[in-house]
């Protein structure tokens, strides 16, 4: 089993940044780490939910194309965390964020609780 908490959500103004962290708990992420794809998704009311970034170990991140050069994926492997650098946000990057671990190996997947991000002015 896998255990996820996300945090750094919040409220912002356009062109304001925030950054995400997800950090992962338990003996099959810690013993499996390279074989879990980390991603982060967001939901917003009324819409599907989209895959935002993904960072699979040793390899180069991907990006959903509206948040190319704005946000950025990455992982602490000391510390079992993933992070979402979010830039320059729009108004229509609020959503739920969810951070997502899936484990290559067995194809089980993990969620988060999700964290609020909105950017009003």
Same mark, same amino acid.
């Given at each position: 089993q896998v255990h996820l908490v996300e945090s750094g959500g919040g409220l912002v103004q356009p062109g304001e940044s925030l950054t995400l962290s997800c950090t992962a708990s338990g003996s099959d992420f810690n013993i499996y780490y390279k074989f879990y794809t980390m991603n982060w998704y967001r939901q917003a009311p009324g819409k599907q939910r989209e895959l935002v970034a993904s960072t699979i170990f040793g390899t180069s991140p991907n990006y959903l194309d509206s948040v190319k050069g704005r946000f950025t994926i990455s992982r602490d492997r000391a510390k079992n965390t993933?992070?979402? &650098?979010?830039?320059s946000l729009?108004?229509?990057d609020s959503a739920v964020y969810y951070c997502n671990a899936v484990n290559r190996r067995t194809d089980?997947?993990?969620?988060?609780?999700?964290? &609020?991000?909105t950017v009003s002015s």
């Open positions: 993933v992070y979402l &650098q979010m830039n729009n108004p229509e089980h997947d993990y969620w988060g609780q999700g964290t &609020q991000v």
